[in-house]
């Protein structure tokens, strides 16, 4: 059987297909769990801390209503309210909440930095969004795949549209190689992940049965796709200055009516969100002014279609983060 107690989860890379499954598996049982009102407070008497150094809404939340489900307790620290990073280095930081608490969430820019925390906290890590990597987003994307191909995922057409060398191209790259899906990478030559994971995720499918390939036309990327997946255009940490550079690029790859009727008739579309779907939010509004653009990455058409899974996605951040938590500190 599948034993990850006492391991940190900073990227997909370092789980095997087998514990990536069990991870989904477990929340399977924790979703039922919750939706029938079985308490599982399996963790009373622990304490979990979150770190944030960027902001979040479903990936905080998912992590304080599953430790509050799982009975323990729950400190949030925001970019501003603790001295990490500033007064005293994370370093420094993640060693003194490790003697303190049971488990760290780290939300950051440095990918090498939250593998560095999770070498010296002593307690499992859990990598809450990497300029590299969104692990946790990874189980929770794998759950909503299933839940919508019960027949199973390998064999999958998944593509990915816009800015595939973000944080969730390049997780989203890994997750179809480890678990056997056909992944294509839609965007512009210049947003590629680097060679280096690439390779390293060519190696994983020549075993699962996965490929791995890279386009810049988006309607043959689309034809008879069974995931049609899209992220924000500028991510987190990336200057504003870009939109302007990134709008020009990546207009061509927006998720429109005509790229999912060229989609497998089932074919979901699924973004880990928050989307640019349409510009009633203030950053949304000052790049439709300034760039004359209305819709962005999706077409608010798609993002509000039956074939839209956001919202369920969404939920199962829930589920997932409590499967991991439970998983590694049980
Ligand atoms: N998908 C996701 O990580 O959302 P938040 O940034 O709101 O946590
Ligand atoms: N690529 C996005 C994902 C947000 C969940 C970002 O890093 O801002």
């Known amino acids: 059987g599948v034993n990850i107690a006492g391991r940190s989860f900073t990227k997909i890379l370092d789980y095997t297909p087998e514990e990536i499954q069990y991870l989904v598996d477990v929340s399977k049982t924790f979703k039922d769990m919750k939706r029938n009102g079985v308490p599982h407070k399996y963790l009373a008497g622990k304490n979990i801390v979150l770190l944030f150094e960027k902001t979040s809404t479903r990936t905080r939340c998912s992590f304080e209503v599953a430790g509050n489900d799982l009975g323990m307790g729950v400190t949030y620290l925001d ?11 994370i370093e420094d930081t993640a060693r003194v909440l490790g003697r303190m608490y ?8 440095s990918q090498e930095l939250v593998e560095e925390l999770a070498e010296k906290a002593g307690v499992p890590v859990w990598n809450g969004l990497t300029d590299e990597f969104h692990p946790t987003q990874m ?22 549209f816009g800015d595939t060398r973000n944080n969730m191209g390049n997780s989203l790259m890994v997750l179809c190689a480890k678990m056997g899906m056909h992944f294509v990478g839609c965007g512009p030559k210049e947003l590629r992940p680097t060679d280096e994971l690439i390779a390293t995720c060519e190696k994983i499918a020549a075993e699962t049965g996965a490929t791995i390939t890279f386009t810049d036309d988006p309607k043959a990327a689309a034809t008879d796709a069974d995931v049609l997946y899209t992220d924000i255009w500028v991510s987190m940490g990336e200057p504003a200055e870009l939109w302007a550079e990134r709008i020009k690029e990546l207009k061509p790859f927006q998720v429109n009516s005509e ?23 203030t950053i949304g509004e000052d790049v439709a002014e300034k760039f004359g653009i209305k819709e962005m990455e999706v077409t608010d058409e798609v993002f509000e279609s039956r074939q839209s899974k956001v919202f369920d996605e969404a939920e199962n951040r829930m589920h997932t983060i409590k499967a991991v938590m439970y998983a590694t500190l049980k």
């Open 79 to 89: 970019p501003g309210s603790s001295q990490m990073g500033k007064k005293e280095s």
């Open 102 to 109: 049971d488990g760290i969430e780290y939300r950051g820019f």
């Open 139 to 160: 189980i929770a994307d794998l759950l909503t795949i299933e839940e919508n191909f019960p027949m199973g995922v390998k064999g999958l057409k998944f593509v990915f």
């Open 259 to 281: 790229l999912m009727g060229l989609a497998h008739k089932d074919a979901i579309f699924m973004h880990c969100l928050p989307s640019f779907h349409d510009t009633k939010t």
